[in-house]
């Protein structure tokens, strides 16, 4: 059996400890700074506070305090950060990092850095020594993962995504369970932007929600579910086109990063039931105190997306290219209201030559 | 304006009545044999009993016995019938048709005939007089169309797939709303085959939630998300795969006819509310016993799509390469028990050549 090291100790980093657990090996749940008081929570009870269950004695919770220690002879590395938290955890782990440790996160976000989109993994290894940073390669772990879910052992089939697909494999066959079952692609660029890009587009799906409760209407068969999955087609059409435009596969977007995980976000996330507020009518600021504090990475990737669009970042293609994202944007930044631009919606620009 | 004639007064042949009729066409409704209570209520009162709202007054309801006199002088033709109902407007037709009179139809389904799978509109093609046969090209509307939803101008894009570019923009013009998009597509084959399968995989993906419910879990953040979207991915990945194996694109099954009309039926659906029940462990004979009648296609794809697998007729491909089909098939046609097999999801098998 092995040793993983997971920083970040939140929902996300702690569900992700569930399943490695359970297939018997060892789990050192590393805290964040910010995760001080869930780190004693779990030290005192065993119970995770956000998660509000008991984990399996075989995780040890620590405080960031004790990294130095916990990151002798570990066997892989997992971040588990939010994606505010990555800088955090890429300098943390700077320090202990080899170029033969498998590295993986289910941190997700796309930044714009040196005037390009880059993807978390691409970021965190940027960070590494200069010595090993070549030779470092993050993977990523996409698609459906309610955190809450998985730590109660909910079927899933998740992506891992990375440039090593040997590495891949070795992580693939230490972390799979019955109930957890990473699947391998060395698309790691699709996967990731597909990860960032869902938080938005679900919001969009969930407009039709709130627009079908403003109206009020209920709960039912009738409502505005042609609308919603509309929605839905153009904005896998439009995740499609960003990843094949930044070097990924359409199919990706197809897949369980894409369809997969945007069905899970406006179903069961914080990002649909904003854009469901939104859809009601409420402006951007009544929508985000709403959310009562609730992280929004939907304006975090809106606000990165419009930046790259602007400066040219995505070949051949504008903000406008996209119509749903940009409407989407309109919305949540610029607090302009909802008027779905169902007319500008499957264009044969975009649909052309995805047409394979 | 033109005037349209309409086989098949239920709901979905009425409610594509009313974007048709908002665009100031003359509609005339014909029932099946089967809607004669429908004609006559609507024409007493204007109200369609089914849809349970006013249809606009230019939409005149004809008894099938009426047929011959309607069929004269019209524009363009539509079937609005059920799949059960398509042999009946094929004859009914017949003698009307010409080469030139645009065809199209929201029918929806595929059959086993002659050793090969078969969409509806080349069905009916081949139905028609033999001297036009052959210059017939009938146009199909598949994606997202709640009847109910259409009918009360809830905005929506449909795909609208024919073989014959030309016919499909003058449909297109004459039947465009703010609220009803349809958008042309020459993949025939493709939109039909999603608009089929749809109603299969959208019972599968549904499992999901009847799941939850039966371990005595209730509607909220943390359910069955996660396996209810790692279902509609891989649902998708097999539509993708039966698609291109028949000579339809990949593009089609992750757009509006695919994941659109999927996810709409997974909501909206019949077919979602029997999938549920059987999630919730009710068997074959319960589950088709809680739906009190109601019209279950998914029965009858499985039951062709079992035929045509068995028969080679998608070529390099056998029942067992589709995992979730063929758990779907075992459930409701062999009444074994719900276990989603996620285990054999994503093989690389179906992802492999897909991965573009």
Redesign the interface.
Known sequence: MATFLILGAGMMGSALAVPIADRGHEVRLVGSPLDEEIVEAVRATGVHPRLGLQLPSTIRALSHRELDGAAQNVDAVAFGVSSAGIEWAARAIAPHMRSDLPLFMITKGLIFEDGRLVCLPDAVAARMPAAIRSSVHPAAIA????A???A?K????VVLAGRDAGVLEVIREQITT?YY?P?P?T?LVGAEVCAALKNAYAMGIAFATGMHERAGGTLG??????????V???A??EM?QIVVRLGG???T????A????L??TT???RTGRFGKWLGMGLDRAQAIEKMQGATLECLEILTVMRTALDAGAIPGRSLQSFPLLEHMIHVALDDRPVE?P??Q??QPDL?AD???
Chains 1, 2 share one sequence.
Not at 253 to 256: H, I, K, T, V
Not at 258 to 261: C, F, L, M, S, Y
Request: some cysteine; proline content about 5%; charged content about 15%.
């Open positions: 698609g459906p993962c309610i809450g879910e998985i109660r909910v079927p899933t089939c019955p079952r699947v692609t698309d068969s009738i409502a505005m579910h042609n609308l919603e999955s509309a839905m087609a153009q896998v059409l499609q596969k359409a199919s977007a197809s897949g369980l894409g369809v997969g995980d069905d899970v179903n069961g996330g779905v169902i007319a919606f499957f649909t995805l047409a394979s």
